[in-house]
């Protein structure tokens, strides 16, 4: 992966190229194979891929290297996409919904230096998104149900009640939406400053990352917002919510790998860790913003390097 990074920073050219073929490959992926798991992995991974390589190139250098790579590589996917598919769709979507926010954001980035910014910024760009997905996508939750259901009928007659838990999954999707974007964003942002660090042969990310703090101002306002949110049951707010939650998620998350580095079972440990934040994310990932949210108070890396050194 790092290979495939210096040569996508040898020039715009060579950006342009590796950027546009991981997207056409993303958008063609399935079609062409099949709807399958593999085929699905595949697509994710080159996309997430693509849009990285995105965030590097403009932590690297600058945003107008990075929307000239963008211009070009969004032209080739939507030509593509309208000699493939008969729609420039894709290219267009890719464009506006995954990589203009993490120029954005690396651009934040860059210009700041500070992951908290970065995360606070991406933060707005939830809220634009749920302005959008509840101003003017209002009607897209409908329709997707409309459109499985159809589908599913045209199997086998669905019951009352599975129809209603197909209502129920298109909901918490749609609920979902925008703080699943934002965790694209942020991982996006972060694997590509990880990328910049060890092309400088440098360990400063990891050293940035465990001191993350998004500060008191925005612990008062999640601590606040989110059992509002849960309480009121309002659609719009529980999307801000979760945006909110997996904010203060990634400091938690900086917390435990600073409590762990000193520690000789680290590794052990964070894998179990990181098990368990993605197969009992429920649990795992409220205590981990919780911890997130309270630690801007209490300091708890404060008191870990206090403890070291006593010891």
């Keep these: 992966m790092l290979a495939l990074a210096r040569y996508t920073l040898k020039g715009p050219y060579q950006a ?11 958008v063609f992926i399935v079609p062409v194979i099949g709807y399958s798991a593999v085929s699905i992995f595949l697509a994710f991974v080159t996309n997430l891929l693509a849009v990285v390589l995105v965030g590097l190139i403009i932590l690297t250098q600058g945003s107008t290297a990075g929307l000239k790579v963008i211009a070009v590589s969004a032209l080739v996917l939507s030509l593509a996409a309208w000699m493939g598919l008969n729609s420039v769709e894709p290219g267009i979507s890719m464009a506006l919904l995954q990589w203009m926010p993490v120029i954005i954001l690396a651009q934040v980035l860059r210009s700041s230096n500070s992951l908290a910014l970065t995360l606070l910024a991406g933060i707005l760009i939830g809220v634009v998104v749920i302005a959008f997905q509840y101003l003017y996508w209002a009607d897209l939750e409908s329709i997707w149900v409309a459109q499985l259901l159809q589908n599913r009928v045209g199997e086998a007659q669905l019951a009352e009640q599975e129809a209603e838990q197909l209502r129920q999954f298109v909901h918490l999707m749609m609920v979902l939406l925008a703080s699943s974007l934002y965790l694209m964003y942020v991982l996006v942002i972060f694997i590509a400053r990880w990328m910049q660090a060890n092309l400088a042969d440098s360990r400063g990310f990891g050293q940035e990352f465990r001191s993350l703090t998004l500060g008191k101002p925005a612990a008062l306002f999640a601590f606040v917002t989110v059992p509002l949110a849960v309480m009121l049951q309002q659609s719009w707010m529980m999307s801000f919510a979760f945006i909110l939650v997996i ?9 435990v790998h600073s409590r762990l580095a000193t520690k000789k079972q680290a590794y052990g440990l964070l894998v179990l860790f990181y098990v368990l934040l993605v197969f009992v994310w429920q649990i795992t990932g409220i205590l981990t913003a919780i911890t997130g949210i309270v630690d801007n108070w209490l300091n708890f890396r404060k008191q870990a390097e206090n403890r070291n050194n006593v010891n």
């Design 16 to 26: 342009a190229a590796v950027v546009g073929l991981l997207a056409i490959i993303a």
């Design 247 to 255: 904010a203060f998620m990634f400091q938690g998350i900086a917390i």
